[in-house]
């Protein structure tokens, strides 16, 4: 057989070249990550307009609408954005005055929004941290709060009255419970849709051992997201880990749990002050590794990934491995795969489109 193969080795690969063309062999797909700036003059300010005109003023948390708007948490600027389809940047609540007060629109005030998330109706909510509350600002412009005195501490119970540490992180789920990243507390809580709030990770103690609830540590966790089967992940940034909470309550790790940056499976891997944590439509996990200025992507499974960026901080556009983040820390995946950043150090609001590649 071999015998005849190298003999006849031209006639094989005019068969296989016909036999493609003809339709009976696909061609291979592959994917590569491409990074675009799709908001942002990338200097620190505070300017509505064409989006790339527009500034934001350390960005932390962005959300993702059903009709392809993108949210911001402008962090230091104290309001939330909006980027339309069609490339304007909009103020739709709060601005760039520190403070505490219900409203409409502009006549809110927060103190520190550090992350937002989306609900089915388009609500969105956000952690307020340095208000030390949960807000929540409805389609038609409202902004109220839910959940917090004020006041900052470590206390469960009715919304209203319970404490936070300093809430950093907000996933929201299809019932309309909220999961909230209590970074001081270094737990993580859930808010029930009758205004319940108790802890479901962690125990107000740093530290890192997984187990059944509160019997478990967390240090200093900073964004939460949520699958569609109810398991939470949490980016628990002062171990260096991604940990997951099981929908019957077990605090597990998934990856990670020193510092460094190396991709792999589980603990095997490394991150650098995992920040900003999503779940796409494929159930992988997306991650801002903010001190690594890379994005990366674990598996359910906890393989991890890089999809772009490189060690060093940069601003630059273009392919996964080439593109440069500058301590990027909030991030959303889109029901097509795509993937936003708030690029905090930049300034900017970056976008990852993935690209088919065909060969033969």
Known sequence: MMRWLVRNTPLVFLFILLYTVAGGVPLKEHYRYRVLTIAGDGKKGFRDGVADRASFNWPTGVAVAEDGSIFVADFSNNAIRKITPDGMVITVAGRPAAGHRDGA???????????????????IYIAD??????????????????????????RDGEALSVMFGYPTGIAVDTSGALYVADRRTHTVRKLTPDGRVFTIAGNGLPGFSDGRGRLSHLREPISVAVAEDGTVYIADSGNNAIRKVTPDGEVLTLAGGSPGYRDGRGRHAQFNWPTGIAVGPDGNIYVC?????????????GVVSTVAGKIIPGRSDGP???????????????????????????NLIRKIIKERMTYK
């Open 129 to 154: 941290a340095d208000n030390y509350r949960i807000r929540k600002l409805t389609p038609d412009g409202m902004v109220v709060t839910i959940a917090g005195t004020g006041v900052p501490g470590y």
């Open 289 to 301: 590794d903010s001190g690594n200025n890379k994005i990366r992507r674990i598996t359910p499974d």
């Open 105 to 123: 629109g502009k006549d809110a005030l927060f103190w520190g929004p550090d992350n937002i998330a989306i609900d089915q109706e388009q609500n």
């Open 320 to 346: 996964g491995f080439e593109a440069e983040f500058n301590f990027p820390t909030g991030i959303a995946v889109d029901k097509m795969g795509n993937i936003y950043i708030a690029d905090s150090g930049n």
